[in-house]
């Protein structure tokens, strides 16, 4: 039975690719652990109560479509009826996505963010859904940096529909409008044979009373506040 001879140079190319693999495989390793535990120390932060008013960016690095000041956030919080809380007040659940953003601006820019905030329904701060979540990380002097925007879009008319909540004047001006437009569906002669400006009037105060008496007892009832009160309030009742 003939032997194959060996190759020496083979042998030493082979010993070469094996611990080249095995360096490989243990970088790969290193580089994975460090991944995850970066993430992990990412979502802790999310989780974390964090008042940090400002983070280190690199101010050459930022886009400036991406920057917004509190008083526009406020202006869509109050329009759309949202709430833009710490994220660690947040109960729907952070898309990977998410954390890779972060993790990559924070790669880019040499620093560790915190202080996120969560611009969401308010619903979101108590129970999982699946609008449209956006998240930002405080600059500074009242200035926020879009992080990541997950989930659906709003419905194009939630706007108008959250319009009455924005302020007590818009209430009131839908309280009697409502009032008025029930007065005049009411068929004349209901009340007497001959319909007047005066009975009409009666009608529609009575309808108004009415009216405002349901709004303030849903309101005082279920602890509801404006828009304009509630838009970075922590508590559930409001």
């Not at 390793?29 to 280190?56: P, V």
């Not at 108008?160 to 029930?182: E, G, H, Q, R």
Request: include cysteine; hydrophobic fraction near 45%.
């Amino acid at each position: 039975m003939l032997l194959n001879k060996v190759n020496l140079e083979e042998k030493l190319s082979e010993m070469v690719r094996e611990k080249d693999q095995t360096m490989f495989l243990n970088e790969l390793y290193q580089i994975l652990e460090q991944d995850a535990k970066s993430r992990e120390e990412i979502a802790d932060n999310l989780k974390e109560k964090d008042t940090s008013l400002t983070n280190s960016f690199n101010l050459d690095l930022l886009q400036t479509n991406r920057i917004y000041h509190v008083d526009q956030i406020k202006k869509i919080c109050v329009d759309y009826r949202l709430r833009f809380l710490p994220s660690n007040y947040f109960k729907g659940e952070i898309p990977a996505e998410a954390i890779a953003e972060i993790k990559r601006i924070e790669t880019t820019h040499d620093t560790e963010l915190k202080g996120f905030r969560i611009l969401a329904p308010s619903k979101l701060f108590k129970l999982e859904d699946k609008d449209d979540p956006i998240m930002f990380a405080p600059i500074g002097n009242n200035y926020f940096y879009l992080i990541h925007k997950w989930g659906n879009d709003l419905h194009p008319l939630r706007k108008w529909l959250m319009w009455p909540f924005k302020n007590i004047i818009n209430l009131t001006c839908l309280v009697v409008a409502l009032s008025y437009l029930i007065a005049l569906s009411i068929p004349d002669g209901l009340f007497s044979k001959n319909s007047t400006s005066a009975q009409f009037f009666i009608i529609f105060f009575f309808m108004f009373k009415c009216s405002a008496a349901v709004v303030i007892f849903y309101g005082f009832a279920l602890g509801k506040n404006f828009s304009n009160a509630i838009w970075n309030s922590k508590y559930f009742n409001s």
